[in-house]
């Protein structure tokens, strides 16, 4: 299992942008799939979006199309959430996870139940 670190969460304004990073602090299987996951006060943890170490395709929820975008470093193994337009609903805490998978031109995100890392979370916190 890979240690997952995140970082970059914060306060921001209704129609702000804010962007998360999520790292691996050591070991990270070379094919993996990272994904970024979301959990509001008394709500699910929901999927936001993934990313294959493969080849960089990424999913993205439909929640979010049009305002968050994903990219990585790829000499780091990190994964950036570019969120846009942020909105009230988007307060949470974001989770960034990982899965061993060789995969290519990714179409779905795994499931949340598949992924066997996680990082410990960051608050994003809309509000005027």
């Known amino acids: 299992q890979a240690h997952l670190v995140e970082s970059g969460g914060g306060l921001v304004q209704p129609g702000g942008s804010l962007t998360l990073s999520c790292a691996p602090s050591?070991?990270?299987?070379?094919?993996?799939?990272m994904a970024w996951f979301r959990q509001a006060p008394g709500k699910e943890r929901e999927g936001v979006g993934c990313?294959?170490?493969?080849?960089?395709?990424?999913v993205l929820h439909d929640s979010v199309k049009g305002r968050f975008t994903l990219s990585r470093d790829i000499a780091k193994n990190t994964v950036f959430l570019h969120m846009n337009n942020l909105e009230l609903d988007d307060t949470a805490v974001y989770y960034c996870?990982?899965?061993?998978?060789?995969?290519?031109?990714?179409?779905?995100?795994?499931?949340?139940?598949?992924?066997?890392?996680w990082g410990q979370g960051t608050q994003v916190t809309v509000s005027s």
């Open positions: 996870a990982a899965k061993p998978w060789r995969v290519w031109s990714l179409v779905r995100c795994p499931s949340k139940a598949d992924y066997d890392s």
């Open positions: 050591g070991w990270i299987a070379e094919f993996h799939v």
């Open positions: 990313v294959a170490s493969s080849d960089g395709s990424t």
